[in-house]
């Protein structure tokens, strides 16, 4: 298997076209054609991360986090950022990165917070926009359930949690087939009525080339007319953080407590309490300070993520309890995430988790 080969199937769980604008993800470092001889999953990759993957005969490290975020003008050594990136080089050891891509999948970062907290009923904190696009294309009617099937078999006509979604329009389409075409319905020089369907098709926007492969492959006509648009639609299952709920509610210093234990963190730092009970709760791996405003609008009786700074706290205004428990703590379980999916799916090779604790914040 190549490296390319296993970034695709790292794509079903998190398609990178849903990374954020600022991220840096996809293959860092390596050869996308290189054979995968053994893989690393890590949430950081450091210098010890590397030399793990060397003893271990690994040449492709799956890192949570990218090493290199900003542009690197230099590879001189001088930085960790760039010791990592000459090792890997010079060990022949590629290096990927999922980041946001993740954070925003529905089975990704946050999901696993839910599932560790044990919270139902969930949902998205903030829905990405711009994900669903939509396809309209005329086809001759004895072909329309043929081109239709087609496209719902590579996840064309999917919105929200509806499966097979089209509209079709009965129509007659005319055309006149030049002495340059090959066409195969209709005669050179001669105007030609067809009876047609307008078909419209939604489809998430990650799957755009294999929509249209599909369409030209099943499609009757010489020339194919379609087109596609970009649909205000919010997308229930692609965006940052989540929504969830306990099955019962509990008072805030067991629900501190609780937290406390549960995401194996030494520090929990919190807004003022509110003397009220908390049941619906928001989470958002990583820095979250931006998405305050969006738990409370959520109606969230906590929201739990890190990074918070000093001011960001009396943004809680005596209506969320704000529960920062530290960025590291946050995405612990991520590669756990990723080994697990990675081992379902790869089988000629060794896929391991790496020993190597990165959190860089030690506690007095």
Same mark, same amino acid.
């Given at each position: $298997?190549?490296?390319?080969?296993?970034?695709a199937?790292?794509?079903? #769980?998190? =398609?990178?076209?849903?990374?954020?604008?600022?991220?840096n993800?996809g293959?860092?470092?390596g050869d996308? !054609?290189?054979?995968?001889?053994?893989?690393?999953?890590? #949430?950081?990759t450091?210098?010890?991360?590397?030399?793990?993957?060397?003893?271990?005969?690994?040449?492709?490290?799956v890192?949570?986090? =990218?090493? *290199?975020?900003?542009?690197?003008?230099k590879?001189?050594?001088?930085?960790?950022?760039e010791?990592?990136?000459?090792k890997?080089?010079?060990n022949?050891?590629?290096?990927?990165?999922?980041?946001?891509?993740?954070?925003?999948?529905?089975?990704?970062?946050?999901?696993?917070?839910? /599932?560790k907290?044990?919270?139902?009923?969930?949902?998205?904190?903030?829905?990405?926009?711009?994900t669903?696009?939509?396809?309209?294309?005329f086809?001759? %009617? &004895?072909?329309a359930?043929?081109?239709?099937?087609a496209?719902?078999?590579?996840?064309?006509?999917?919105?929200g949690?509806?499966e097979?979604?089209?509209?079709?329009?009965?129509? %007659?389409?005319?055309?006149? =087939?030049? !002495?340059?075409?090959?066409?195969t319905i209709?005669?050179?020089? /001669?105007?030609h009525?067809?009876?047609?369907?307008?078909?419209?098709?939604?489809?998430?926007?990650? *799957?755009? @080339?294999?929509?249209?492969?599909? +369409?030209?492959?099943?499609?009757?006509?010489e020339?194919v007319a379609?087109?596609?648009t970009? #649909?205000? @639609?919010? !997308?229930?299952?692609?965006? $940052?953080?989540?929504?969830?709920?306990?099955e019962?509610? $509990?008072?805030? %210093?067991e629900? #501190?407590?609780?937290?406390k234990?549960? $995401?194996?963190?030494?520090?929990?730092?919190?807004?003022?309490?509110?003397?009220?009970?908390?049941?619906?709760?928001?989470?958002?791996?990583?820095?979250?300070?931006?998405?305050?405003?969006?738990? %409370?609008?959520?109606?969230?009786?906590?929201f739990?993520?890190?990074?918070?700074?000093?001011?960001?706290?009396?943004?809680?205004? !005596?209506?969320?309890?704000?529960? &920062?428990?530290?960025h590291?703590?946050?995405?612990?379980?991520?590669?756990?995430?990723?080994?697990?999916?990675?081992?379902?799916?790869?089988?000629?090779?060794?896929? +391991?988790?790496?020993?190597?604790?990165?959190?860089? *914040?030690?506690?007095?």
């Open positions: $298997m190549k490296v390319k080969e296993v970034i199937i790292l794509e079903e #769980l998190s =398609p990178l076209h849903y990374s954020e604008g600022f991220d993800t293959l860092l470092v996308a !054609n290189a054979t995968v001889t053994g893989l690393l999953v890590t #949430l950081d450091l210098e010890a991360v590397v030399d793990e993957a060397i003893e271990k005969g690994c040449n492709l490290i890192s949570f986090h =990218p090493i *290199i975020f900003s542009g690197l003008k590879i001189t050594g001088k930085t960790y950022v010791r990592v990136v000459l890997a080089i010079k022949d050891i590629a290096i990927f990165s999922n980041h946001t891509a993740l954070d925003n999948a529905w089975n990704g970062v946050n999901a696993m917070i839910c /599932e907290l044990g919270l139902r009923n969930r949902s998205v904190l903030i829905p990405q926009s711009e669903i696009k939509k396809l309209i294309t086809v001759p %009617k &004895d072909d359930a043929k081109v239709r099937n496209l719902f078999a590579v996840g064309g006509g999917t919105i949690n509806y097979n979604c089209s509209f079709n329009i009965e129509g %007659k389409g005319s055309f006149k =087939p030049t !002495n340059a075409a090959n066409p209709g005669k050179k020089g /001669e105007i009525f067809e009876e047609e369907i307008q078909l419209g098709i939604t489809f998430s926007k990650h *799957i755009q @080339n294999t929509i249209l492969k599909t +369409l030209f492959e099943t499609h009757p006509y020339e379609y087109e596609i970009t #649909l205000e @639609n919010q !997308n229930q299952h692609i965006g $940052m953080g989540m929504v969830g709920e306990f019962k509610p $509990m008072e805030e %210093k629900f #501190l407590t609780f937290l234990k549960t $995401m194996k963190t030494d520090c929990v730092r919190h807004s003022k309490l509110l003397k009220t009970t908390i049941k619906k709760v928001a989470v958002l791996g990583g820095s979250g300070s931006f998405a305050i405003d969006a738990a %409370k609008n959520a109606g969230a009786d906590a739990i993520s890190a990074d918070f700074k000093y001011h960001d706290f009396f943004k809680a205004e !005596n209506t969320v309890l704000l529960a &920062d428990i530290g590291y703590e946050s995405e612990q379980y991520t590669k756990a995430l990723l080994h697990s999916f990675l081992k379902k799916k790869i089988t000629n090779f060794a896929v +391991l988790l790496s020993q190597t604790n990165t959190n860089p *914040i030690s506690y007095l």
